[in-house]
């Protein structure tokens, strides 16, 4: 047997064996954190056995204490590593550190056996566990074959250690000094030797493992890098070729067959048979391309058609370059790849039509879905003047001319939402400032989704359309000479108006003229003379009506104007037609400058009113007509209306209205007295009530006459003189004691009160007389209040702070006094005769008198009565809380000596 140094020197050479192939198993082992375990188990236990061998040199019972929890240590990683592989739980680990712990303490103790006893408890149990778990190992065979060597190891470790644990003891107490027996100390060594035998095995498996895992997984990559390519040259419609350049022999991928139509497996080429399927328009240009890249070596790319298996022709891209040379540099091998891309050359065919579309004669605007525009076309910088540059960025309401409103636009994108289009004729302006009429039609581009990407307008100026559809128009519905509408225009008008006339109620009229001696103006002048002249009356007919009114020439010498929305009532319509046709008499008397003549010229017109529906059109054209004539038969120049009796009042009217300005100039006025009475029946005021004493047709009555004045405006100077003789009344009362405390009453119109000066003139006047303000009462009309409220209500309360009293009359037959009531400085309700007169037989009278005086209580504002003719009326009234009365019972409106007569009688 060799002696112990020996064996301690072959233990120390296989460590320092063991430390170099612990760096290279650590540098070639896998990632897999099982074999790392390993690794780092292998160094523990060497280490330990290290430090068994060094026994000798350093104490006995530290190299021992040190080498067993090391050991401890390393078959715990074993154990981790294990589990790892066979995914075992290696949750719980503190009994590793347990036994690492108990091995360290048991190495402190001085009795041998009591230690190597322990050490037998504690390492040999988990030596023969690990050995049976790697022997149960599954996996690759080189792991296998290591696990089940490293297993064959740990239970000869596990057998040495059974031996010493039970070889029996000394018979007396060990000591630390006692020299174990040869053949014992020689178990670590021999351990040691076997380890590094195990270990290079192991390494050896390892790497053949690393290498064959290498292998396989570069067989695996260049796998999948294949059918990567594969799959990219399929995705991409490609396939790659091999020509031989000596041979003419071509090698391709089944790609490129298949995309021939060919079978893949049966398909053979050579350089010739390619040639020779390429279109001819494209074989010079290929064979180019192919003499460059064998000159240059390439890459070279040519585009061309290719015949495929039905005829049909394939457009491909073919990229090739040269690999490989003899010595003398001449091309052997070109390699590259073919590509089918007729689609790209379909899709750039579509591409420059679209371009060309895109340039077309008409303009284009391409904006994003928030309207941003994003492209323009040369048209549209064509026509409206703005550059790419300056539109790019900007919406299209650079474009805005203002004529459109918001309810236009709103209408237009809310179309365009529902049905992705819209289509009509726009106002637009160019940079330049001007305005045109442009035709647009704007679509909406969406995706797969549905949803909006884009809009894309397309515009026209249609100007010289627009013109020449108007010029078209004109000829057909305007007369050339005047360009007033025509016959053909004007019956359309009027059948427009006769249905709106229907709807609203309101009354129309149709003015025919005729001009007076023209056909001597012809004869003698010329027609171009007599043209002149029926362009200036065209023009003095537009100056004369209104705006929504219709001005045509029938032809010659004739004239039509057709007059809308006049008055419901006949008589009234009748007077503000017989107002225009006046003034149209008026105009058309004045002197023409014909060129160098100067030519007097009169018209006759007849006129006729309509409001039926049903009326036949030519029928009131003629009404007109016959008319005219009549006009013209009474010494021409004058106005005459179809219907006599329409005649016969307007010229009652007309004659009337003179009467009534000459009567405001010479105060033919005379103000009546109605007296007001209380409850008891006692006299407290009394009511101005205004009479025409005309000269020769002696009283007149209000009614006859102040409509007549509200509409001539006559009714201001009247009202004020009303006012003044009512003011100097009380003046005169004021200075007597019995009529001291009269109030006197004063109907004022609605045109009188809105006068901006209305308030002045009352105060003015008021101071001129030196009267009492409390004792005038202006009586306003319930209509007053249907507009202007509250104008009135600040005029009122003006006013009424100087003292000035308000009654509110005609109570109960207007539409909006209600609403306004509270708002109203009122110190009276008069309720209006209409109710008073049937009061004692119609309960309808009744409870609206009743509902009147309730609410006029509750307002705190006093009630009179007017029309009050009978003691039963008075009674009814008095019963209900009404407390004033006006009527024929108390007494009729007179004059101011007859009133004071019946004062003091009463």
């Not at 010493?164 to 003891?169: G, H, I, N, Q, S």
């Not at 240059?296 to 040519?302: F, I, Q």
């Not at 397309?458 to 108007?470: F, G, N, R, V």
């Not at 005459?640 to 033919?668: G, H, N, S």
Request: a negative charge.
């Amino acid at each position: 047997m060799p002696d112990l140094n020996t064996i301690r020197l072959v233990a120390m050479i296989s460590f320092t064996c063991f430390t170099v192939a612990i760096v290279m198993l650590w540098r070639l082992v896998p990632q897999e954190r099982s074999l790392k375990d390993w690794v780092l188990a292998t160094t523990l236990i060497a280490v330990s056995l290290l430090l068994l061998g060094l026994r000798g040199v350093i104490p006995n019972f530290i190299s021992i204490t040190i080498a067993n929890t090391f050991l401890i240590l390393g078959i715990g990683y074993i154990y981790v590593g294990t589990c790892n592989l066979l995914g075992g739980s290696k949750s719980d680990l503190r009994w590793l550190w347990f036994a690492t712990i108990a091995t360290f303490l048991i190495g402190f103790s001085e009795n041998i056996s009591f230690r190597i006893s322990a050490y037998a408890l504690l390492d040999v149990p988990f030596l023969a566990f690990c050995a049976w778990l790697f022997w149960r190992a599954k996996g690759n065979r080189q792991i296998v074959v290591m696990q089940r060597i490293t297993a064959i190891i740990f239970a000869i470790g596990a057998l040495m250690f059974m031996v010493r644990a039970f070889k029996p003891p000394p018979t007396s107490a060990p000591s630390i000094n006692i020299i174990a027996p040869n053949w014992l100390e020689v178990i670590p060594y021999v351990y040691a030797i076997m380890f590094s035998m195990w270990l290079s095995i192991t390494l050896l498996l390892i790497v053949s493992f690393r290498l064959q895992s290498q292998k396989d997984d570069l067989m695996v990559s260049l796998s999948e890098e294949k059918e990567r390519l594969r799959l990219a040259l399929i995705s991409a419609d490609q396939g790659w070729f091999d020509l031989n350049v000596g041979t003419g022999q071509v090698l391709v991928s089944p790609e490129c067959p298949a995309m021939l139509g060919y079978d893949p497996a049966t398909f053979h080429s050579n350089l010739q048979e390619w040639l020779a399927n390429i279109h001819p328009e494209d074989i010079m240009a290929v064979r180019e391309a192919m003499q460059k890249c064998l000159r240059d070596g390439g890459p070279e790319s040519m585009d061309y058609r290719r015949r495929t298996s039905s005829g049909d022709w394939l457009w491909i891209n073919s990229i090739g370059s040269i690999t490989e040379w003899d010595q003398s540099h001449r091309p052997l091998r070109m390699i590259g790849i073919h590509t089918n891309i007729t689609e790209r050359k379909q899709a750039e065919n579509e591409l420059k039509i679209a371009a060309t579309a895109f340039e077309s004669q008409e303009g284009i605007i391409v904006t994003d879905a928030n309207s941003i525009i994003l492209r323009v076309n040369h048209a549209f910088t064509a026509t409206t003047g703005y550059t790419s540059e300056e539109a790019v960025g900007q919406t299209p309401r650079l474009l805005s001319s203002g004529r459109q409103d918001k309810a236009f636009y709103e209408a237009m994108w809310e179309h365009l939402n529902q049905t992705g289009a819209w289509e009509g004729e726009i106002w637009n302006r160019r940079k330049s400032g001007d305005i045109y009429p442009e035709h647009l039609l704007i679509t909406a581009v969406k995706d797969a989704s549905g949803i909006v990407t884009n809009y894309v307008a397309t515009l026209t100026d249609i100007t010289m359309s627009k013109a020449a559809s108007d010029e078209i128009k004109s000829l057909a519905f305007y007369d050339p000479l005047t360009r007033l509408p025509n016959r053909r225009l004007l019956l359309d008008r009027l059948q427009q108006a006769l249905a709106a006339s229907t709807r609203s109620g309101q009354r129309g009229a149709l003015l025919f003229l005729d001009l007076d001696h023209f056909k001597t103006l012809n004869d003698s002048l010329g027609h171009d003379i007599g043209d002149l002249l029926l362009q200036q009356v065209a023009s003095r007919l537009r100056n004369c009506v209104r705006e929504g009114d219709t001005v045509a020439r029938l032809g010659g010498d004739e004239f039509v104007v057709l007059l809308e929305d006049l008055s419901e009532q006949s008589i009234d319509a009748a007077t503000q037609t017989e107002v225009i046709a006046q003034k149209i008499l008026t105009a058309l008397n004045q002197p023409y400058q014909l060129g160098t003549h100067e030519h007097h010229s009169t018209p006759s017109v007849g006129a006729t009113l309509f409001n039926d529906h049903d009326a036949e059109l030519e029928i009131i054209l003629k009404q007109a007509d016959i008319a005219m004539y009549q006009s013209k038969m009474e010494g021409r120049n004058t106005l005459r209306f179809y219907d006599p009796k329409m005649q016969e009042a307007i010229t009652t009217r007309v004659d009337m209205e003179r009467e009534l300005r000459k009567a405001t100039a010479q105060q033919q006025f005379q103000l009546y007295y109605q007296i007001q009475v209380d409850n008891t029946g006692r006299p407290f005021g009394a009511e101005a009530l205004i009479r025409w004493l005309h000269p020769e047709r002696n009283m007149i009555p209000p009614f006859q006459f102040i409509s007549l004045a509200e509409e001539t405006g006559l009714i201001l100077p009247i009202g004020q003189w009303v006012l003044e003789t009512a003011c100097a009344q009380l003046k005169i009362w004021h200075q007597n004691a019995h009529y001291r405390d009269f109030v006197l009453s004063v109907n004022v119109s609605a045109k009188q009160f809105h006068q901006a000066n209305f308030v002045t003139q009352v105060q003015e006047t008021m101071q001129r007389h030196g009267i009492d303000p409390t004792k005038l009462k202006l009586e306003l009309t319930e209509s007053m209040l249907v507009k202007n409220i509250d104008d009135i209500i600040e005029k009122m309360n003006a006013l009424s702070q100087i003292g000035v009293r308000f009654s509110l009359d005609d109570f109960g037959t207007g539409y909006s006094s209600l609403q306004y009531l509270k708002k109203l400085p009122l110190s009276q309700l008069k309720i209006d005769q209409s109710f008073v007169r049937d009061i004692a037989t119609d309960d309808s009278d009744r409870a609206i008198v009743r509902t009147i005086i309730t609410m006029a209580s509750s307002l705190d504002i006093s009630v009179i009565a007017e029309g009050v003719e009978t003691e039963e009326q008075r009674q009814y009234l008095l019963d209900n809380g009404c407390a004033n009365f006006q009527g024929y019972l108390f007494g009729k409106p007179v004059p101011i000596d007859e009133f004071e007569s019946l004062l003091l009688k009463s």
